[in-house]
């Protein structure tokens, strides 16, 4: 899988771009379905929301009571403070939460090193997070980190360490937060990197086996490098997940009659809880979608950097 | 794309948010009214009072019914139906379909379809903690103008309740439906242990001040050291003492975090470091296990209360008594129906709103069945409201509970009500776990709210 | 200190010493290996027993701390409430259908552009490639309101056309196409497709019948990611759906509480029978996901 980049020189060397257009004519038409549905069911509503950008608008009087603001909405998010410190909680989750990758690659490359038995058991087990409920996960975790009553406080209670305010403190909020999400997603990664693996041809192995290779070599020297696509595919999908995250930081620190989102000191609010609130809560959508605008350049540049410095396909 | 990153049961009620989505509230699906000692059978085979019993959802089965006009009601609590189903019956030109949804979900999915300008239906419930958004114009119409006129049922309606439906400049966005008076709510039987006065005459002498009802607490935690009076100071404390200045964070347009919530932040702040609460979050597991080992004698809360604890805690049945509030009554919670201009029958849709709000029949039969407090006077005329009530150990309550009613003071809703209440939270959390000072925070936060919402004043 | 001098002392003692402690280290590391995932196993598995244990439960039961870890008695009459005050296999049958023809979708669509992308060297590819991926980025929380006013223009909003919103779009989505691309760059030596199209096959026999054997491991993932994100799938049926018999599972779960009173244990056995199809097609597609060998063994050859 060597050169997927700078095709268009090699390609004139045929017979220019038309040519080469014709000669593909079937890529084209296969890639077309996305580019058509785009075009029909993503274009007009991500316009829409770039335009409300420029708008402020309450929703409550529908279409009709937009205001053309200008560059206003933008002008008060860079000045926005929570905005800023929003930005900082989910860059830390996602700094934290990539662990999971980790996990997840020495995870599927031990189910699939044939050295373990029950491999389908341990398989089956880690998707199980997956399927579990929002409102199963919320009751759980918020039980496990009781103040009071919950089995975390117990256990650390056991080796003499004082009960936590998990929840509460705007210390642990972030800690608790990403405790949860590398839970729940650490077996998705490991399907992904297991169906990955399949693609590597075992003689492979046999064959760094009889050269006399250890499991450590292998994986860095053979696994490593055949999986690097693959990778890629979860680091990037890593950073639009972690830099949307949404559901758990809600869950355990979603605000209560003497609380805001976020939990104290709004140290668990994440940029697309601040974002929900500003539109679907305090009913300022233009200011919700400059923050979604902001947002999504932020997750490009990510991944730019990424897919520049460490996720290049080369041999 | 439409690929939602909001997934379910993540955004519930503002002052129940962590409460219902960590399944808090999670007491008990039909809402057996246990003055009718229902409850007792103890989750069981409580009757079907919110649904369980087996009835066909109305909205289903009268589908398309010929010659009527058809309207669709949006609600979230499976107790209308028995005001649907009533209204069916005997009214020859309207039928209503009534769909259920989630709490929060109802109020998103009417803002969506207001936002997109088509969706919304005939009739929508709100609720008073989520109804300020929809103060602003265009989307709710004005009850007091014609066909409506609900101006004639002003007097009927218990004041303050008027008010919360009612937006700064005046128009009438919703119509009020149900109450949530509130009290202060204690074990007899952990009283009684501690040596403490048992009768509601009693205590309610001796907790003429908030002080009074701290030193109660004092008292009790000397005699049983393993109970404190309430469980959380931030709930328990904090909440009533603000709103017995009466809801929301505005007045006009000025900004009311330093005058309301300084005294009440420093009392709950002084509550805890003495200890007197439990410090025991709210509704979740930590709350409903701290109930069963009698962590706590009491709370501050609203009548709807007795609904969910009569299935959860059937064992506490008769348990339970109620006082006022030292120093001013209190609302908590209470929901109105509005109706949207997207609708195109709106006379129908005020026909069934008026049977809902503004009738005996209709407010007391949800009232029978799920505990809904009709914000309707007349309907308190019913014998029912003068009975004792078993889940109180024959107390009264029911009465007492209109008594407060009529006497809780009043606030229009604001369109930034929300956003008010999130930025004196995030305050309230430094206050209560950092230990920040709460005049210094009440400043802080109003400097922030000033930075952030339009045409407002300190 | 004589059988350091000694050859045959020396070695077969450093020979037994050798091996014995790869196979002592060995096992330990083994031993290691399975109490870590054994652990790992049960901390995944430990929130589905729970939603079991729950789903026979009153809620006055099921929020304790700490919290319950084995079956109550109220399996019956959960059960019986759930479809007392649910239309509950309708609305099961709802989802599946929304999300069984989606993923079939999906999974052909996404294919194909993967496959386009990762094995076609076209004019413009990387661009177009780069474009899409930029579409997987915006966040998509406000684009809600429009999508709403798509289906009201489109006509999607009535009778049976109500479930076209919930199906069409994003049946060739960014997401499927970017990993099958990925999949099929690793997996799929170009000789082998160039071989055929000397013998004269068409472009689409080739993905029919060369790609997508090869790539099952990649489609099984795919099919169950795609699957169970519709089947969770929350706000936007919830926006679009009007009528209790047309509710997909999730919503019509999140509809099942009462204001004042809400009994998790059926919320919870509704969540719990919905998932029991998704860990059925999970464990049926195991094979699938170890179909490892044949495709190693297609590149080898």
Known sequence: MASSTLEAGGSRRHGGTLYEMRRNIWAYIFIAPFFLLFAIFGLFPYLYAFYLSFVQWDGIGGPASQQWVGLENYQSLFRDDVFWKSIYNSIWLFVVTSLNLVIALLLAFILNSGLVRFKEFYRAAFFAPIVASSVAIAIIFSTLFGERYGALNYVIGLVGIAPVDWLGSAFWIKPAIALVVIWRYFGWNTIIYLAGLQSINTDLYEAARVDGAGWRQIFFRITMPLMRPVITFTVILSIIGALQLFEEPLLLAGGTASTSPGGTDRAGLTVLVYMYSQAFQYLEFGYAAAMSVALFVIIVVFSFLYYRFLGREEA | ?458 | MASVTSPEGVVPRVETHHTGAITMRDRINSAIMYILLTLLALLSIYPFWWMIVASTRRSATILTAPPPLLPGGALGLNYEQLVAQLPYWRNTINSVGVAGIHTILVLFFCSLGGYAFAKFRFPGRDRLFGLMLATMMIPGVLGIIPSFMLMRWLGWLEGADNYLPLIIPGVANAFGIFWMRQYIASAIPDDLMDAARIDGAHEFGIYWKIVLPVVTPALAALAIFTFMGKWNDFFWPLIVLKDEIDYTLPVALASLPNLYSNEIGVQLLGATIAIAPVMIVFLLSARRFMAGLTAGAVKGS
């Open chain 2, 1 to 458: 794309m439409d690929e939602s990153l909001i997934p379910n049961g993540l955004s519930r009620r503002r002052f129940l948010k962590t409460g219902a989505a960590v399944g808090g509230l999670g007491l008990a699906a039909c809402a057996g009214f246990s003055s009718e000692g229902e409850g007792t059978t103890g989750g069981g085979a409580a009757g079907g009072a919110a649904g369980g019993s087996g009835t066909p959802i109305p909205g289903v089965s009268n589908k398309d019914v010929e010659g009527k006009t058809n309207i669709t009601v949006w609600f979230w609590d499976a107790g209308l139906k028995y005001a649907v189903t009533e209204f069916n019956k005997t009214n020859k030109d309207i039928n209503v379909k009534f769909v259920k949804l989630g709490f929060d979900d109802t109020h998103q999915k009417l803002l969506t379809s207001l936002a997109a300008g088509s969706g919304a239906p005939d009739v929508c419930a709100l609720e008073i903690g989520l109804i300020g958004g929809f103060a602003a114009k265009g989307g709710l119409a004005d009850l007091k103008q014609a066909p409506y006129d609900a101006g004639e049922f002003e007097e009927d309606i218990v004041g303050y309740k008027w008010q919360h439906g009612s937006a700064p400049d005046g128009r009438l966005i919703a119509m009020p439906w149900d109450i949530g008076p509130a009290g202060l709510w204690y074990r007899e039987d952990l009283f009684k242990k501690a040596g403490l006065p048992t009768e509601p005459e009693e205590v309610q002498k001796r907790v003429e001040k908030w002080d009074d009802w701290f030193q109660l607490g004092e008292d009790l935690k000397k005699k049983t050291p393993k109970t404190s009076l309430f469980a959380d100071a931030f709930n328990d404390v904090y909440v009533p003492m603000v709103e017995q200045q009466g809801h929301g964070w505005f007045e006009g347009n000025k900004l009311q975090f330093v005058e309301k919530a300084v005294e009440p932040l420093k009392k709950a702040q002084e509550v805890r470091k003495a200890k007197i609460d439990a410090d025991i979050d709210w509704w979740g597991a930590e709350w409903n296990t701290g109930l069963k080992k009698d962590a706590f004698a009491g709370m501050g809360i609203a009548c709807w209360m007795q609904t969910g604890l009569s299935q959860s805690h059937p064992e506490l049945i008769g348990k339970w008594r109620v006082i006022k509030a030292p120093e001013g009554n209190y609302n908590w919670g209470g929901s109105f129906l509005s109706i949207p201009e997207q609708g195109k029958n709106k006379e129908a849709a005020w026909e069934f709103v008026k049977y809902v709000c503004c009738t005996k029949e209709g407010q007391n039969a949800i009232f029978k069945s799920t505990g809904i407090f009709p914000a309707y006077k007349p309907a308190w005329e019913d014998p029912i409201y003068d009975q004792g009530v078993e889940f109180y150990g024959g107390q009264k309550t029911f009465r007492l509970w209109t008594e407060i009613a009529e006497d809780i003071p009043g606030n229009v809703v604001h369109p930034n009500d929300r956003q008010a209440g999130d930025i004196i939270g995030n305050e309230v959390t430094k206050v209560e776990e950092q230990g920040k000072d709460p005049e210094q925070a009440m400043k802080d936060a109003e400097a922030e709210a000033l930075k952030r919402i339009r045409d407002i004043e300190s």
